[in-house]
């Protein structure tokens, strides 16, 4: 399967002009999907070039990718990634032909996760776009970093490139009970667009991706939650170019396919007149 990306510099109401990189797959149909893809990097760092081996088997599996150089922190704090991101979801919906025929998803890994958890919940509250599905490739969920697996990584509190993450994302601890920046934390879940959430043995926010889908489910969502075996070396090596032997690069690339064809039975998506 064939496909080809070219970047643009998109203006934003509050940032500078945002970097996206569009993956087209040149074997897709008419009613593609189209996904609009957030990398890891702990909020802090990362960028399309990281992200683009997720973005490349997101096209394997059927899909035209937009990738987002979401605004970082330190510089840019809670809710600007997130509001950065929303703005570019708008502006694929709007205009990347793809969605005019086909249903459109967010995705991410990581801290891309937790911004694709955090679009999810924004789009059900604004209306605005209609999703046919979420991503979420271990996402970081919970701030308050306690959980067995975030242990079991020695990771913590302080110290640790997620912690830290964390701390420079919120700003402030009582942005930590913001439902946008926490997804775990929410009070209300119901209504949210199906999604698909993959952890692994050996992944640090495994605990809090398992949580998340109990949750989801719990409310109604469907969802569908994997572990994948370990060694896997997640989350970082989602932000990696993909290893020749990679058993669970083709593992995700079968699940995001299975997932397209399931949330594709699951809605009633016809195509939308644009403005």
């Not at 996206?20 to 593609?32: I, K, W």
């Not at 911004?115 to 996402?139: F, H, K, N, V």
Request: charged letters at 20%.
């Amino acid at each position: 399967m064939s496909a080809q990306w070219t970047e643009q510099r998109l203006e934003c109401s509050r940032f500078a002009p945002i970097r996206v990189r569009v993956h087209r797959n040149d074997s897709a149909g008419r009613a593609t999907p189209l996904v609009l893809h957030l990398h890891g990097g702990a909020f802090t760092a990362g960028s399309v070039e990281t992200g683009a081996a997720v973005a490349e088997l997101l096209v394997q599996a059927g899909a035209n990718v937009v990738s987002v150089d979401y605004p970082m922190a330190p510089a840019n704090p809670f809710p600007s990634a997130l509001e950065g991101a929303f703005e570019m979801l708008l502006w694929a919906y709007k205009n990347c032909p793809a969605a005019k025929n086909g249903p459109t998803f967010v995705a991410g890994e990581e801290a891309g996760g937790n911004l694709a958890a955090g679009l999810a919940l924004m789009a059900r509250d604004q209306r605005m776009p209609p999703l046919a599905g979420q991503i979420l490739l271990s996402p970081m969920l919970d701030p308050c970093m306690a959980t067995k697996s975030i242990r079991a990584a020695e990771a913590g509190p302080v110290g640790c490139k997620w912690a830290d993450g964390w701390h420079s994302y919120l700003g402030s601890a009582d942005k930590a009970s913001h439902p946008y920046a926490a997804p775990l934390g929410a009070s209300r879940l119901a209504g949210l667009a199906p999604a698909l959430v993959v952890t692994a043995e050996d992944d640090p926010m495994h605990d809090e991706s398992l949580s998340y889908v109990r949750r989801l489910r719990e409310c109604g969502v469907f969802v569908e939650g994997h572990v994948l075996s370990a060694p896997t070396g997640w989350p970082d090596t989602l932000q990696r170019p993909l290893a020749p032997d990679s058993a669970w690069a083709a593992q995700l690339r079968d699940m995001f396919k299975e997932f397209f064809v399931k949330t594709a039975a699951m809605s009633n998506f016809a195509p939308l007149a644009r403005p």
